[in-house]
């Protein structure tokens, strides 16, 4: 498909439910999900940059970024003890 039919199609179901007054919660708690598992992901980047010194590396994926995101810091160091006690 053209990609301009499927972003006008995009387009139109988006003012359709702002015209219809779709509740917007849904799309806000998916945003705060996403940007949560970006700073996950970000953590991880860190952590795998410091900790190269030490022999530390996480893989940065969809759940490992999740876990650190939504966690946070202690997601993160639940992660390091799992690499390096269990795997």
Request: with cysteine; aromatic share 10%.
């Given at each position: ?50 900790g ?36």
């Open positions: 498909m053209d990609p301009l039919i499927i972003i006008a199609a995009l387009s139109v179901l988006l003012l359709l439910f702002l015209v219809a007054g779709a509740s917007l919660k849904p799309f806000k708690i998916l945003g705060q999900g996403i940007i949560k598992i970006l700073i996950g992901a970000l953590f991880l980047f860190f952590l795998n940059a410091f190269n010194q030490f022999g530390i590396h996480i893989p940065i994926n969809l759940i490992t970024a999740s876990v650190s995101g939504l966690l946070g810091i202690p997601g993160l160091c639940a992660l390091v003890v799992i690499e390096t006690w269990i795997i």
